[in-house]
């Protein structure tokens, strides 16, 4: 077969090729100069305070965050005055000190109030989960250079039952555990715990009816993967502390070593009801 060697080449049309280059600067800059991350709260353009958080600084500074002295028992603002009693890991506050609390120790980040209460109520009820996510780069933060969180074995998100999870879309539970998991280089046990029940919204409810509300409502149903472990419970609120405390009942009762709690947000005292 005769080969042509007079074929008439064939170039990109100019239009072709300005785009092309156009593509390749484009992708020179994002390399040298990458895109700032938008802010998922308030959508404008940041620079990271640290390589974890999702939320710009200004958003931050709105964030009513817990700080010390906090009693280590439940995680509440300890009172002018007010000491914790006991030593090591039984001390407790007035507020956790008449409760039988089935976790060792929970820890918050922010009171559910102004800002952060908006934040968690679009989490829950406007379909956000990229401010779930964003919500637990917060906790991932809280905990990574925390050496009390060096022994965890697996962060477990409480479980949301099949018609609340069909509603909403997506359990903002796991979405707040899996950055939590990444910083401290555990597993997320998303399917061990089951809510088999289901129950009202704890918002509204008095003190007895919350615990009422949510008793005999979980489950284990692997208990070879958390026996012997220590586990890292992880959710958006805390009021009461009923649920947490109902389901490190059912993990302990499975085999778990231990079970410590970590929520975005502590409802203040007077929401308990």
Do not use: W
């Amino acid at each position: 077969m005769a080969i042509n060697l007079f074929r008439k080449k064939r170039f990109l049309p100019i239009e072709k090729m300005e785009g092309l280059l156009a593509s390749a600067v484009s992708a020179l800059c994002d390399l040298v100069f990458p895109p700032q991350p938008l802010c998922p709260a308030c959508g404008r353009e940041f620079q990271p305070v640290y390589h974890r958080l999702a939320f710009c600084r200004v958003c931050l500074e709105r964030f009513p965050l817990l700080v010390p002295p906090l009693c280590p028992r439940c995680g509440r603002p300890l009172q002018d005055g007010e000491t914790v009693e006991g030593h090591g890991p039984a001390v407790s506050c007035r507020h956790c000190r008449g409760e039988k609390r089935h976790y060792q120790r929970m820890k918050a980040v922010t009171v559910y109030t102004g800002y952060m209460r908006e934040i968690l109520q679009a989490v829950k009820y406007g379909f956000r989960p990229d401010l779930a996510a964003a919500v637990g780069s917060l906790l991932a933060v809280a905990v990574e250079n925390d050496p009390a969180y060096d022994r965890i074995d697996a962060v477990i998100p409480v479980p949301l039952h099949p018609e609340r999870l069909a509603a909403r879309g997506y359990n903002q539970g796991i979405l707040l555990a899996q950055p939590v998991a990444t910083a401290l280089r555990v597993p997320v046990f998303a399917e061990t715990l089951v809510r088999t029940r289901f129950t009202k919204s704890q918002s509204g409810l008095g003190r007895r009816e919350r615990k009422t509300n949510v008793a005999g409502a979980f489950l284990v149903i692997n208990c070879r993967e958390v026996a012997g472990k220590r586990l890292l419970l992880v959710d958006d609120i805390c009021t009461t502390g009923y649920t947490l405390s109902e389901c490190a009942r059912v993990l302990l009762l499975a085999g778990a070593r231990r079970v410590e709690c970590l929520t975005a947000a502590l409802g203040v005292p007077e929401e308990t009801g």
